[in-house]
C-alpha cells in the first residue's frame, strides 16, 4: 500500500514562496513516478511537474522557471519548491505516485495554497 501525506500549504502573499512536501512511509521511488498537481475551484485537476524513477524532471509551462521538484531519497520524500507565486496558482496540491510499469496511481489527500495579499 502506497500512502502519501501532503504537508506545507498555506497563505502566502504574491510574490512569495511555498515548499511543498510529499512523504512516504517507505522508498518507493525506484518504482514510481512522483508528480504534483492542482486543483483550482470549477477547474480540472492539472499536472505541474513530475519526477520520473530515473531522476528526469518535467513542468507544465504555467509552472517552468518558479517550481522546481526534487526528491530526498534519505527521507523518503518528495518537494515542490514554488517560488514567485501568483494568485492563479490558489488551489488544493496533490502529490501523486505513478507505477511505471503497471501505471497504477496513489493520491495524497492535498494541501491548500493560497496566494494572495
Known amino acids: 500500500q502506497v500512502q502519501l501525506v501532503e504537508s506545507g500549504g498555506g497563505l502566502v502573499q504574491p510574490g512569495g514562496s511555498l515548499r511543498l512536501s510529499c512523504a512516504t512511509r517507505?522508498?518507493?521511488?525506484?518504482?514510481?513516478?512522483m508528480a504534483w498537481y492542482r486543483q483550482a475551484p470549477g477547474k480540472q485537476r492539472e499536472l505541474l511537474a513530475r519526477?520520473?524513477?530515473?531522476?528526469?524532471?518535467t513542468y507544465t509551462d504555467s509552472v517552468k522557471g518558479r517550481f522546481t521538484i526534487s526528491r530526498d531519497n534519505a527521507k523518503n520524500t518528495v518537494h515542490l519548491q514554488m517560488n514567485s507565486l501568483k494568485p492563479e496558482d490558489t488551489a488544493v496540491y496533490y502529490c501523486?505516485?505513478?507505477?511505471?510499469?503497471?501505471?497504477?496511481?496513489?493520491w495524497g489527500q492535498g494541501t491548500q495554497v493560497t496566494v494572495s495579499s
Open positions: 519526477v520520473t524513477t530515473g531522476g528526469s524532471t
Open positions: 517507505r522508498n518507493i521511488f525506484s518504482l514510481y513516478d
Open positions: 501523486n505516485a505513478r507505477h511505471r510499469v503497471t501505471l497504477n496511481q496513489h
